[in-house]
């Protein structure tokens, strides 16, 4: 059982799955939510979100005694040693970074620290562009305590690489922790709290000590870097597919094959979405561009990201001749398998393109109908089966590479649809034993 005892304001990926393995650990934690119900239903035992072993997690968290979920953030300051900040820094209407949540935080822990004698660290575990941490959060809390940073509360920078579905995984074994600081002590602190948590994973796992603003950068350098593999893979399917008989799997498992690249990342298909590398990538070409600087291979990695959407139609619409008045099934909606969340996920893009040329669509997803509909409603129809999705279809996209759709056999399409044409946006289906059967269209093959 370790002394310090942790606070984790913010209950999404990042907090939740943190403050559970945090609590199993050893460590006594207690996470703090505005949502009641939210804050009842973590109590009890039930994830407010879908993520891959999450809802045992949290169980076995409760067990400890050491977790518990509550509302404001008060009780949460006053009862910790350490704040973590895991507020969401979603995307503007302008692309930018939207730090709304993270300055009202900031605000609030000032605000209770005010009349708190007690050193108190502060990290920061959200993404935010650099400066932030020191000028926003630091800035904001000295000004409301009365305190001063380095003397009376220390600050921290702390980076997550964790991806949905593997974020348990993830945080329990990463492969690097970066601490950015803002002196030794508050630095000190986190190293020796990473120091009980994870014991002899830190022989594989090296920890990085840094400035707060370098590690604000290492999240997005990480982030536009994996976009970019992406985008680089996806530009590279739109050559493969000038050359007959070229076909990108197998150009990127030779590419990836050299060390000093890794084959990981550089799937081509309809274009990465999720809540992070598309806000990401935007935010840091709009910090950029604030300080007077045009990140030109970041603008292209999203223009080819968009781009990739519409390609996917345009090889369907190549083959029907027209979309219009056409029936077309999308298999998979949510932004990639193991998860429901539909945040910038391809099919949106794909969805709103076919719209406009006047598609009629019928989507499919194992689990990701209910967040599909709040975003599409009722301009698209939704499949309980697969089957369903394709009866009648004239044409089929696929765009998450869910285990169903990769076990489908050529008869499936043959005997469901009206005209057995498919684009294979994910490269599941494989070409030699299709082509024969149906029209295959496969990204990055002509
Ligand atoms: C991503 C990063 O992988 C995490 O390291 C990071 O912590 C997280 O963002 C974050 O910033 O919070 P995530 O968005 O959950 O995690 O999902 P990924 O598995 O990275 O996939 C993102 C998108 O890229 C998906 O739409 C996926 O289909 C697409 N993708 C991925 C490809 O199109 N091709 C590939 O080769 C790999």
Redesign the pocket.
Known sequence: MSETKIAIHGTG??GLVSGCCFAIKGFKTINSTYDQIKCDQINKGETPFYENGLEELLREALATKNFKCVVGRKYAVLNSDVSMIAVGTPMGKDYSINLTFIEKIAEEIGQILQNHNQYHLIVVRS?VVPGTTRNLVGKRIEKLSGKKMGEDFGLCMQP??????RSIL?TLEPDRIIIGELDKKSGDILQKIYGVFYEDHLNNCPILRMNLESAELV?YG??CL?AT??SY?NEMSRIAELVPGVDIVQVMRGVGLDYRINE??????????????PK?VNAIISFARAHGYDARLLRAIMEINEDQAKHTVDLLENELKEVKNKKIALLGLA??PGTNDMRF??SIRIIDYLLEKGAQIIGWDPVAEEEAFKIMKNSILYADKIEEALLDADGAIIVTEWDEISQLQPNDFKKSMKTPIVVDGRRILDPTKFQDEITLLSIGKR
């Open positions: 990926f990042i993404t997550e690489f964790l991806a949905e579905g993830d999240k990480n982030n994996l593999k992406i893979a990981k990342f550089l799937r081509a298909g309809v274009g990465f979405g999720g809540s992070c590398f990401d932004f990639k996920a391809p």
